[in-house]
């Protein structure tokens, strides 16, 4: 029996469910028998430098507008 196809439909709905729970998709990986498996980034909080550098986060654009 051959492995079941991935569709846009299901990966999406991984990814959703991931992102609802507050989480950050990292990398993804279709398996050989047809199973996803979704890698979580774990961001790491650290406290930002007094300076230039936080002034040009502040500046920089969203996905949205770029896009």
Known sequence: M??????????GNAIRAIRAAGLTPAAVHI???GGIRIE????????????????ANDDALDWEEVA
């Open 40 to 55: 979580i980034s774990e961001v790491i909080e650290k406290e930002l430098p007094e300076g230039d550098l936080v002034a």
């Open 2 to 11: 051959p492995a079941p196809k991935v569709t846009k439909a299901s990966l």
């Open 31 to 33: 398996e050989p028998d």
